[in-house]
Nanobody, 117 residues
Framework: QVQLVESGGGLVQAGGSLRLSCAAS?????????MGWYRQAPGKQRELVAT???????NYANSVKGRFTISRDNAKNTVYLQMNSLKPEDTAVYYC??????????WGQGTQVTVSS
C-alpha cells in the first residue's frame, strides 16, 4: 500500500507564489521512482506539469517553464513544486504521481490551486 498526500495549495493573487509538497508513505522505495506533478482544470483533461527522475533530471510543460521548479528530497520521501509568477490559467487541482517501469502508478488525492486576477 502506497499513499501520496499533497499539500500547499490555496488561493493566491496573480503574480504570487505557492509551494506544493507531496509526501509518500507506505510500501515504497521513493528514491527509485520518477515523480511527477499533474494538474486538471475544470472541464479539461489532466495534463503533465513537471517530472523529476531518480537522478534529478527535470522536464516541464512549456506553459510553466521558467516559472515552476520541481525538486525532491529522498530522505523525506517528498517531492515539491515551487510555483512562481502564477497566472489565473494555472488554476487547477494539482496531483502528484509515481512512475516506475513494471510497477503500478500511484496518485495523490490532489490539492486545489486557485489564482485570482
Amino acid at each position: 500500500q502506497v499513499q501520496l498526500v499533497e499539500s500547499g495549495g490555496g488561493l493566491v493573487q496573480a503574480g504570487g507564489s505557492l509551494r506544493l509538497s507531496c509526501a509518500a508513505s507506505g510500501r515504497i522505495i521513493f528514491s527509485i521512482y520518477t515523480m511527477g506533478w499533474y494538474r486538471q482544470a475544470p472541464g479539461k483533461q489532466r495534463e503533465l506539469v513537471a517530472t523529476i527522475t531518480t537522478g534529478g533530471s527535470t522536464n516541464y510543460a512549456n506553459s510553466v517553464k521558467g516559472r515552476f521548479t520541481i525538486s525532491r528530497d529522498n530522505a523525506k520521501n517528498t517531492v515539491y513544486l515551487q510555483m512562481n509568477s502564477l497566472k489565473p490559467e494555472d488554476t487547477a487541482v494539482y496531483y502528484c504521481k509515481t512512475t516506475l517501469t513494471g510497477m503500478p502508478n500511484y496518485w495523490g488525492q490532489g490539492t486545489q490551486v486557485t489564482v485570482s486576477s
